[in-house]
C-alpha cells in the first residue's frame, strides 16, 4: 500500500512559524487532492485545508486562513503546510491526508493518512 509520510512539527511560540512536509508518490500529489486535518485532546478531527491536483481550487477552514498555506514541491513527491503567526489553539496532531477525488479532501474519501505529527504552540 501507498504510504504518506510527513514530517516537521515541534514546539513553537505564539506567532511563529513551522513548516509541515508530507512525502507521498508521484502519482498522488500529481492527481489527487491533498490537504491536512488537525486533532486537539478531547475533539474530533478538524479540517485544515486542501488543495485540487491542479491547485484551482483552495480551501482554508475560517480559523486558519491567511495564516495558512498548502503547496506541493515542483518535484510533485511532497507537499507542505506552511503556517504563519501560530496561536495556542492551533496546538493539536496535524495529519496529511489524499482523496482521489482530485478536487476537495473529505475525511470519508481519504485514501491515505499520515502518521501524524504533534505541533504544540506555547511560551
Known amino acids: 500500500q501507498e504510504q504518506l509520510v510527513q514530517s516537521g512539527g515541534g514546539l513553537v511560540q505564539p506567532g511563529g512559524s513551522l513548516r509541515l512536509s508530507c512525502e507521498a508518490s508521484?502519482?498522488?500529489?500529481?492527481?489527487?487532492?491533498v490537504g491536512w486535518f488537525r486533532q486537539a485532546p478531547g475533539k474530533e478531527r478538524e479540517f485544515v485545508g486542501s488543495?485540487?491536483?491542479?491547485?484551482?481550487?483552495?480551501y482554508y477552514s475560517n480559523s486558519v486562513v491567511g495564516r495558512f498555506t498548502i503547496a506541493r514541491g515542483d518535484a510533485r513527491n511532497m507537499f507542505h503546510l506552511q503556517m504563519t503567526n501560530l496561536k495556542p489553539e492551533d496546538t493539536a496532531v496535524y495529519y496529511c491526508?489524499?482523496?482521489?477525488?482530485?478536487?476537495?479532501?473529505?475525511?470519508?474519501?481519504?485514501?491515505?493518512w499520515s502518521q501524524g505529527t504533534q505541533v504544540t504552540v506555547s511560551s
Open positions: 491526508a489524499a482523496d482521489p477525488d482530485g478536487y476537495s479532501v473529505r475525511i470519508a474519501r481519504v485514501d491515505y
Open positions: 508521484r502519482r498522488i500529489v500529481s492527481t489527487y487532492a
Open positions: 488543495i485540487s491536483w491542479n491547485d484551482a481550487e483552495k
